[in-house]
């Protein structure tokens, strides 16, 4: 399974980020598998934000669920991240992962930056 990461590299805040995973290799409908979000913000630790699992049932980090949204394309074999509004501290790299639990396969990430 692979992931590719897409979306855009700045974004004001207050406004909408939305970041595609585009999966090759598998299909994001197999069974107990779930497709995770995750970032990490400079000079700090991984952090997980959510997941769509292969039924379609999301689930998001109560820090974060007030402004996050993930769905899917299963037509296109994409799930999109949305996070609104954004604020400076989004700032990091986004990562989508996917595993039948603890994800073990990784997108490359892709820097994400919050400023006016």
């Known amino acids: 399974v692979q992931l590719q990461e897409s979306g855009p590299g700045l974004v004001k805040p207050s406004q909408t980020l939305s970041l595609t995973c585009t999966v090759s290799?598998?299909?994001?409908?197999?069974?107990?598998?779930?497709w995770s979000w995750l970032r990490q913000p400079p000079g700090k630790g991984l952090e997980w934000i959510g997941y769509i699992d292969y039924s379609g049932v999301t689930y998001s980090s109560p820090s974060l669920k007030n402004r996050t949204s993930i769905f899917r394309d299963t037509s296109k074999s994409q799930f999109t991240l949305q996070l609104s509004p954004v604020l400076l501290e989004d700032t990091a790299v986004y990562y989508c992962?996917?595993?039948?639990?603890?994800?073990?396969?990784w997108g490359q990430g892709t820097q994400v930056a919050v400023s006016s």
């Open positions: 992962a996917a595993g039948l639990g603890y994800p073990d396969h």
């Open positions: 290799g598998g299909s994001i409908t197999t069974s107990y598998y779930y």
